[in-house]
């Protein structure tokens, strides 16, 4: 960050503004568990840098969930929200704990005690949360609940990614998805990849990966392989998305899948194709398998899949990488579509959500892109973050900051 800060000629502040969390919350709160034992959990929640706005950004249910891990994520939201321009800063939450081993009941409990114990430091015009890794809207249910209980009246625009009977926005469960497929469309076509008929390999059956897996599939790519934490399903053939994702919902693994050959997570990785979308966590594409990945796009679904060195691997290799902060801001662009919703007590239909989305994503996606033309020493990665961070030293000089 410090070298996009020199290269564009900035104001040295402009780093100090940005190289910490303004503000970082440490809370720990009980879980009665089910059968009646109290344990005590660690959450977090860093709020990077509000110069466009209330901060924003997801809370992670995990049990390595860390203070250093939060803190990254939330200077990532910082730059992604300025390079899509939706007008809100950068925030991350966490909670220590391993959602798959408890029950509804007590993942229940943990979203209010999280919400009690953090209502202070939230609310619609401070800092809105939304749902990451093993959180989703049923969660968002609940803090939106807890929250407005707290206040004393309904105040459901303090997280995003809410069920739609409680004001959550049409189209946001597979937003993060679509835009990263508005983003594959863009760079297929800078490289003249058909997409009908592409090979794909995605790591990661959540929310990101399998809705990914579903809107390619139905944009004619051949979805080859796909994995989750216990394991990967491959079929040179296809996969069929459809019952994959079935067999995730009802199982919840892919383990058992008979339609492809099982294998280890990390086989998938050396699979010939023409599109890899990382959509699991940070630092799973290194220095090991960086030289023997095949795809010529990579889209960051996840959040820091790729770590630094092998960025450099991929770039001498000519591997277009989609960075997260693009390739996975379809997320928080619909949860600013349903903020504004919110604000208004009105509803988007679906046609409006993805018209946007798709403006939204496509348009940042040529501002990278266009930075970095002439300039062969940086990736897009890097012209993104540029992108963004003058966008946020021009608010941050307006408001009289630097
Ligand atoms: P999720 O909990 O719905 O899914 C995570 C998936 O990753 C699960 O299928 C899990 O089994 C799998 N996984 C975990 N470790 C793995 C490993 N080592 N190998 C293979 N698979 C593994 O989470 P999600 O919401 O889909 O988020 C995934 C990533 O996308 C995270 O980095 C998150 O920060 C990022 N992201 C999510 C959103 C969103 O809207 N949900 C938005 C922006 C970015």
């Known amino acids: ?25 440490e809370v720990s709160f009980p879980l009665k568990t089910d059968s009646g034992e109290v344990k005590f959990l660690k959450g977090y929640r860093s709020q990077h840098n509000n110069a466009l706005g209330p901060y924003k950004g997801g809370i992670r249910f995990h049990p390595e969930v860390t203070v250093e891990e939060t803190k990254a994520l939330s200077m990532w939201m910082t730059l992604k929200c300025a390079l899509v321009g ?33 209502g202070n430091f939230l609310g619609p015009q401070i800092d809105i949360p939304a749902p990451d890794v093993y959180t989703d809207a049923q969660v968002m249910a609940w803090m939106a609940d807890e929250y407005s209980n707290i206040k004393q009246q309904p105040a459901f625009g303090v997280v995003t990614g809410k069920p739609l009977p409680v004001g959550g926005c049409i189209g946001r469960e597979e937003a993060t998805s679509r835009g990263c497929v508005y983003a594959v469309k863009e760079a297929a076509n800078i490289l003249n990849i058909p997409l009908d008929g592409a090979r794909v390999v995605i790591q990661g059956a959540g929310n990101v990966g399998i809705h990914a897996a579903r809107l390619l599939d139905y944009a004619g790519a051949k979805i080859i392989a796909i994995s989750d934490s ?27 899948f008979e339609g492809g050959d099982a294998v280890e997570a990390w086989e998938i990785f050396d699979l010939d194709c023409e599109i890899m979308i990382p959509a699991a966590m940070e630092k799973q594409i290194t220095e090991k398998n960086a030289g023997s990945i095949k795809a010529k796009i990579i889209a960051e679904g996840a959040n820091g899949p790729t770590t630094p060195e092998a960025d450099k691997i991929l770039k001498d290799r000519g591997v277009l990488v989609i960075p997260d902060i693009l390739a996975n801001a379809g997320g928080v662009t619909v949860s600013y579509f349903e903020w504004v919703q919110n604000n208004y007590g009105f509803q988007w239909n679906q046609g409006k959500v993805n018209q946007q ?37 021009e608010a941050m000089e307006y408001r009289g900051w630097l």
């Open 357 to 393: 989305l798709e403006q939204k994503i496509t348009d940042a996606f040529r501002m990278a892109y266009d930075f970095i033309q002439n300039r062969t020493e940086i990736d897009m990665r890097t012209g993104a973050y540029m992108y963004a961070i003058r966008r946020l030293a």
């Open 86 to 118: 939706v007008p809100f800063g950068g925030g991350k939450g966490g909670v220590v704990c391993d959602p798959r081993s408890m029950s509804m009941r007590e993942k229940e409990r943990v979203s209010r005690e999280y919400i009690r114990s953090m």
């Open 230 to 256: 216990r394991g990967g399903v491959i079929n040179q053939e296809g996969l069929d998305v459809n019952q994959v994702y079935h067999h995730k919902k009802k199982t919840g693994a892919l383990k058992g």
């Open 1 to 25: 960050m410090y070298h996009c800060v020199q290269e564009l000629d900035l104001n040295e502040s402009t780093y100090e503004y940005l190289k910490e969390p303004f503000r970082f919350i």
